[in-house]
C-alpha cells in the first residue's frame, strides 16, 4: 500500500501556465507538508497544514497556493509559472510533532520551458 | 543562528569498506537529529532518529549515528556498504517548531 502519493509524477510545461500537484497520504497523519528540492538537490520546506490549517509558509511566492480539502489530501496549485519553478515538489506528512518522522511521496519533477 | 551542516557534498567508496558521512549543526535550542536518505529517482526515507537516551542510534540497513552534544554533531556511519546504498543521505534538524531543516546532503558512490 502506498503511504504517500503524488500525481503526476512528471510535468512537462510552458512559462505562464497553471498547474497542479496533487497529494493524498493513507497514514492518517494530521500534518502535511510541501518541500521544494532544487536542481543542486537542496530541499527546503514551503508549506505545511495541521489537519487542515496553515501552520508553516515560509516566503514561497504567492503564486503557490496549497490547499487542503480534508486532512488526508494537500494538493499545490501554481499560477504564471516560471522557469525557476523548476524542480522536484515532495509531499509530506507526519503526525504533528517535532520528533515525528516524516513521511514522503515520490517526489513530482516539475520542468517549465 | 540554527543551521545544518553537511561537511561532505560526494563521498566515492569501495564496497564492502566502512562510510562516515559527517553532519553538526548549530542552535541555541534543544534539537531533534534525523537522517534521511533518497535513493534515485525516489522519495526521502528515514534512516534513523535521535530524540533522546542513548546517544549511539541504530537505523535500518546497518547505518548508526552518534550524538556528540559538545561537539553538536550527529555524524552517520556504516562499517561495510553496499553497491545499494549509492543515494544521497540528507541530515536534518527541527529546532524549535515541525519544520526540519536539511543539510544540503552528501552523494555516496560505492564502487566494486
Known amino acids: 500500500d502506498t503511504a504517500v502519493s503524488q500525481t503526476p509524477k512528471y510535468l512537462v510545461t510552458q512559462m505562464g501556465n497553471d498547474k497542479s500537484i496533487k497529494c493524498e497520504q493513507n497514514?492518517?497523519?494530521?500534518?502535511m507538508y510541501w518541500y521544494k528540492q532544487d536542481s543542486k538537490k537542496f530541499l527546503k520546506i514551503m508549506f505545511s497544514?495541521?489537519?487542515?490549517?496553515?501552520?508553516i509558509n515560509e516566503t514561497v511566492p504567492n503564486r503557490f497556493s496549497p490547499k487542503s480539502p480534508d486532512k488526508a489530501h494537500l494538493n499545490l496549485h501554481i499560477n504564471s509559472l516560471e522557469l525557476g519553478d523548476s524542480a522536484v515538489y515532495f509531499c509530506?506528512?507526519?503526525?504533528?510533532?517535532?520528533?515525528?518522522?516524516?513521511?514522503f511521496g515520490p517526489g513530482t519533477r516539475l520542468t517549465v520551458l | 543562528a540554527q543551521s545544518v551542516t553537511q561537511l561532505d557534498s560526494q563521498v566515492p567508496v569501495f564496497e564492502e569498506a566502512p562510510v562516515e558521512l559527517r553532519c553538526n549543526y548549530s542552535?541555541?535550542?534543544?534539537?531533534?537529529l534525523f537522517w534521511y536518505v533518497q535513493y534515485p529517482n525516489q522519495g526521502l526515507q528515514l534512516l534513523l532518529k535521535y530524540l533522546s537516551g542513548s546517544t549511539l542510534v541504530k537505523g535500518i540497513n546497518g547505518f548508526e549515528a552518534e550524538f556528540n552534544k559538545s561537539q553538536t554533531s550527529f555524524h552517520l556511519r556504516k562499517p561495510s556498504v553496499h553497491i545499494s546504498d549509492t543515494a544521497e543521505y540528507f541530515c536534518?534538524?527541527?529546532?524549535?517548531?515541525?519544520?526540519?531543516?536539511f543539510g544540503a546532503g552528501t552523494t555516496v558512490t560505492v564502487r566494486a
Open positions: 497544514y495541521n489537519n487542515k490549517e496553515l501552520i
Open positions: 509530506a506528512s507526519s503526525h504533528p510533532g517535532r520528533s515525528d518522522t516524516q513521511y
Open positions: 542552535s541555541s535550542v534543544s534539537v531533534y
Open positions: 497514514l492518517g497523519h494530521d500534518t
Open positions: 536534518a534538524v527541527t529546532f524549535n517548531d515541525y519544520k526540519l531543516s
